[in-house]
């Protein structure tokens, strides 16, 4: 049997691990440790380790009992640091205010700026962020590597090359469809397979497969559940992210309204909407400073034209689809059951 949260605690210790060395500041001036801090602080501060746990899932789909964990637990560990400058540059493009409950590391880096305008502090905080989004993909990098052999680099990292490339287009369509008012479905299904079906589940998985060393069969069986896995996670966050409890989430309702994000939701709601809805969509979705009441009729609307019982049919069926590729004969019964457990989690969460 898989233990999904020994796995977890496992990867934490890793990277509480790396933030303790002494070394990690060697040869860097004074001021670095805010930027080791509040890095620290966000990395081991919540997320739920989904790539972390299916990159070692993916490893054990094709060595079930490998000699030694360790170069195991630092690729997975690696791929939670890049998350999180991913993460962090997100949340600036974004303009988001709060991440995982609190404050996002471009609001934290303004805040420890003293003695200029807002404006000034905004700034700081905007460029500070990237730049210690930058040091984290840096670390991601030597978590991945400081422990893998050569021949498992040579598989792993052109993996981890596609990966990056998957996520980079999906955040640039993200950010290129936001506000344009389209009802284009097709863009809004690329944006997931993109930003999500590949980067969240599909890759972490063949990242860990290529490193244990995978045949074609399992990569095949890992790919067809990891893709629809993918897009009812997105789904899911989807909706959460305007029906889902802030409390919870960690994120306001107004951040997807805000940004006029171009989700499924959206693409469908336009598409279903009545000349009346069309307009209050249009009027609403993108709105800078929409409020929590204007959500609500956003909510509505996606009620009323079907979209939410669209949206919860679609994770159904990916989920069962998901559910299907776990029968192949290649997959080890004990790294089934830990993927159906993930892919049961990642459609009924409730964050």
Known sequence: ???LDEIRAEVDSALAGFFDRTTLAGGVEPHSDDMIEVIEGFVLTGGKRIRPVLCILGWLAADPRP???APLIGLAAGLEMFHAAILIHDDVVDRSATRRGRPTVHRVMAGLRS???PQDDEWFGNCAAIVLGDLALAWADKLTCQQLSAEQLGRVLPQIAQMRHEVTIGQFLDLHSAGAGSS???LAEMIIRYKTAYYTVYRPLSIGAAAGDASREVTRALH??????GKAFQLRDDLLGLFGDPQVTGKPITDDATAGKHTALIA??????SPSQAVKLAQLWGKP???????DVVRDILSATGTVRT????IAEHHRAALAALDSPHLPTEVADALRTVADRAVERDR
């Open 1 to 3: 049997m898989v233990d």
């Open 115 to 117: 003695g200029g305008s």
């Open 268 to 273: 469908h709601a336009r598409t279903a909407a």
């Open 311 to 314: 949206a919860e049919h679609l």
């Open 67 to 69: 000699r030694c964990r």
């Open 289 to 295: 400073d929409i409020t929590e009441s204007e959500v």
């Open 224 to 229: 067809h559940y990891g893709m629809p896995v």
């Open 184 to 186: 284009d479905a097709d």
